[in-house]
């Protein structure tokens, strides 16, 4: 078990460095000096030739990379160009809300889609399982910016429950802050449960051909017992993977979802700097994207053979 | 087949209305769609308007119509695009191995350490003003999962009796991975460019959602649906048009996805 974590470790390393390099690269993909890109509007010679110095313009492209590398390791992102402050200073505050919205949407996703995927499973081509699967299919199809606009429209402006704009932290006041995440919750996990439905779904119907679920039956234990001692868990197994592969469908839903909740996260952040042009701005969201959607699908990886012994390599 | 799948039929019948509906939107529209009339705002749905007017008294109908063709065309090409080149490069890697196959895998890899949509929208800052920056940015973006399934199928395909029987005959590599390798890998790479189509619509309507679409006044349905924000309690109908017909586009490509990957289980079974 340890040699397997070790090995997963070790071969996502070259794959986060070169999605670094990826990253640093894209805005020596930008036609034009690096130094004025990063600075933006300024004609201040001795600025600019203090930027090429940090960058390190003039050594080789490995050698400037190798700067970048480590000032990101040691937290300086940069600045920004367009809110002068430092990058970092920027993406934690908007990390907290990504992980507010993201989290407990994964959650909900989850909560509502395996007990609603063994069902339909469990009455397999009857009116019940149609519809289900319909429905799944159905969320697949909703674009989360659609079905966010439709909540804003039919809960916030038609009923008045919730707030159309603005946004208050959770740290700042928990209950104000809850209204306001209720609605971009509710749309992130809607959408992403069909997703996870249609997998518990196909798990179910996998694992219920099984002989063991005959024998349990056969033993004369009733349906509930067989449902929750002997299928679920190997069900979990399979949703505990894809929740991996959902989470980058998550991210990239959440830069749209703060854009029409008007969510200060991440996402949000990320738009705001290609717009502005804010190139340091651009690369820190990206480093922190990427480095959350290796880092969650790695610990997925590490602990499904816990959770599905059926994945267990030694 | 179809018999027993009648949701095929449904994802084919929505599937063909929706390209006839970006066709005619290319070629005509009942009325400008980028006519600015003030005197016709924000009109609700009418027999005039179908679907009602814009708040530049633009008709939606025909916003609708011209932004199918867009929207379809951006994710046709993106397809194809990810087609041609993701599966050759996947069928060429997968073939070849040894230190090729590597740097291809690691890259890829690299790519895939970002959800599609923020690397979409990173690549179109990078080709920021240029009409093709959609195509290009989501081309990138989903170039790997292709190159990835592809690659995955040749590999497994390479151990196959029948290419063994090709190499003992004296047949060379090109011709094998030609002939005997690249004709098998079709069924995976159709049921994969279904997918693909519909991922590259929702993606496009997004990165216009956003803002980092096609310019306007060019109509496309995410550009509509975030212009609809602003008249939300007045106009609803500027909302509902253009998000039920990314929805319905999406369900007609997933269920006929669904309907392609079934036959060909079941084609590969038989």
């Given at each position: 078990m340890i040699r397997y974590a070790i090995t997963r470790l070790a071969l996502a390393l070259p794959t986060i460095v070169i999605a670094l390099f990826l990253i640093f690269a894209l805005i020596r993909l930008i036609p034009g000096d690096p130094a004025q890109l990063i600075l933006g509007e300024t004609d201040d010679p001795a600025a600019l030739a203090r930027i090429r110095a940090e960058l390190a313009l003039d050594q080789p492209l490995a050698v400037q990379f190798y700067h970048w590398v480590t000032a990101l390791g040691q937290g300086d992102f940069g600045k920004?160009?367009?809110?002068?402050?430092?990058?970092?200073?920027?993406?934690?505050?908007?990390?907290?809300v990504t992980a507010s919205l993201v989290i407990p949407a994964v959650v909900l996703a989850a909560i509502m889609a395996v007990p609603l995927g063994m069902f339909a499973?469990?009455?397999?081509?009857?009116?019940?399982?149609?519809v289900v699967v319909a429905l799944a299919t159905v969320s697949l199809s909703i674009p989360s910016?659609?079905?966010?606009?439709m909540m804003l429209l039919l809960f916030g402006v038609q009923l008045d429950i919730f707030p159309v704009v603005g946004y208050i932290s959770l740290t700042e006041d928990f209950t104000q802050g809850l209204h306001y995440l209720v609605l971009p919750v509710l749309t992130l996990a809607l959408i992403e449960a069909g997703v996870l439905v249609r997998l518990a779904r196909a798990?179910?119907?996998?694992?219920?051909?099984?002989?063991?679920?005959?024998?349990?039956?056969?033993?004369?234990?009733?349906e509930s017992a067989v449902a929750c001692r002997h299928v679920l868990p190997n069900v979990i197994g399979p949703t505990w993977i894809m929740i991996g592969l959902v989470l980058g469908g998550l991210l990239g839903g959440a830069v749209v979802i703060e854009t029409v909740f008007s969510l200060p996260g991440l996402g949000r952040l990320m738009v705001e700097a290609v717009f502005a042009r804010d190139y340091p701005v651009v690369q820190g969201c990206m480093v922190i994207v990427m480095l959350c959607y290796v880092g969650v699908n790695l610990m997925i990886e590490l602990t499904a053979p816990v959770l599905c012994p059926a994945l267990r390599y030694d | 087949m179809l018999k027993t799948r009648p949701s095929g039929i449904v994802g084919m019948v929505v599937l063909a209305l929706v390209v006839s509906a970006a066709i005619a939107g290319a070629i005509a529209t009942p009325f400008d769609p980028t006519l600015v009339d003030f005197s016709s705002r924000l009109l609700p749905p009418s027999l005039r308007h179908w679907l009602g007017t814009d708040e530049w008294g633009r008709d939606v109908f025909s916003r609708l119509l011209s932004g199918a063709a867009?929207?379809?065309?951006?994710?046709?090409?993106?397809?194809?695009?990810?087609?041609?080149?993701?599966?050759?490069?996947?069928?060429?890697?997968?073939?070849?191995?040894?230190?090729?196959?590597?740097?291809?895998?690691a890259l890829m890899d690299a790519f895939l350490a970002f959800p599609a949509l923020v690397l979409?929208?990173?690549?179109?800052?990078?080709?920021?003003?240029?009409?093709?920056?959609?195509?290009?940015?989501?081309?990138?973006?989903?170039?790997?999962?292709?190159?990835?399934?592809?690659?995955?199928?040749?590999?497994?395909?390479?151990?196959?009796?029948?290419?063994?029987?090709?190499?003992?005959?004296?047949?060379?590599?090109?011709?094998?991975?030609?002939?005997?390798?690249?004709?098998?890998?079709?069924?995976?790479?159709?049921?994969?460019?279904?997918?693909?189509?519909?991922?590259?619509?929702?993606?496009?309507?997004?990165?216009?959602?956003?803002?980092?679409g096609l310019a306007p006044p060019a109509a496309s349905w995410g550009g509509m649906l975030a212009d609809s924000r602003n008249y939300f309690a007045d106009a609803p109908w500027?909302?509902?048009?253009?998000?039920?017909?990314?929805?319905?586009?999406?369900?007609?490509?997933?269920?006929?996805?669904?309907?392609?990957?079934?036959?060909?289980?079941?084609?590969?079974?038989?």
């Open positions: 920004s160009i367009s809110m002068e402050s430092p990058v970092l200073d920027l993406l934690v505050p908007a990390m907290g499973a469990w009455r397999q081509n009857t009116r019940t399982d149609t910016f659609w079905l966010g606009l798990s179910t119907i996998e694992v219920l051909q099984l002989e063991y679920v005959a024998h349990a039956r056969a033993k004369g234990l009733s | 867009i929207t379809v065309s951006v994710a046709g090409m993106t397809t194809l695009l990810v087609t041609v080149f993701g599966a050759l490069l996947g069928a060429f890697s997968g073939f070849v191995g040894g230190w090729f196959d590597r740097v291809v895998v979409a929208i990173a690549m179109t800052t990078v080709l920021a003003g240029s009409p093709v920056a959609p195509v290009i940015a989501l081309a990138v973006a989903y170039m790997p999962y292709m190159v990835r399934v592809v690659r995955a199928n040749v590999m497994t395909m390479r151990q196959r009796d029948f290419i063994a029987a090709s190499k003992v005959m004296r047949n060379s590599a090109a011709f094998t991975l030609v002939r005997h390798i690249m004709p098998n890998t079709v069924a995976p790479v159709l049921v994969m460019a279904t997918s693909l189509f519909g991922w590259a619509l929702l993606a496009e309507s997004a990165l216009s959602f956003l803002g980092l500027l909302a509902i048009a253009p998000g039920v017909a990314i929805s319905g586009a999406l369900l007609g490509i997933n269920l006929f996805g669904d309907f392609c990957r079934d036959y060909f289980d079941r084609k590969m079974k038989d």
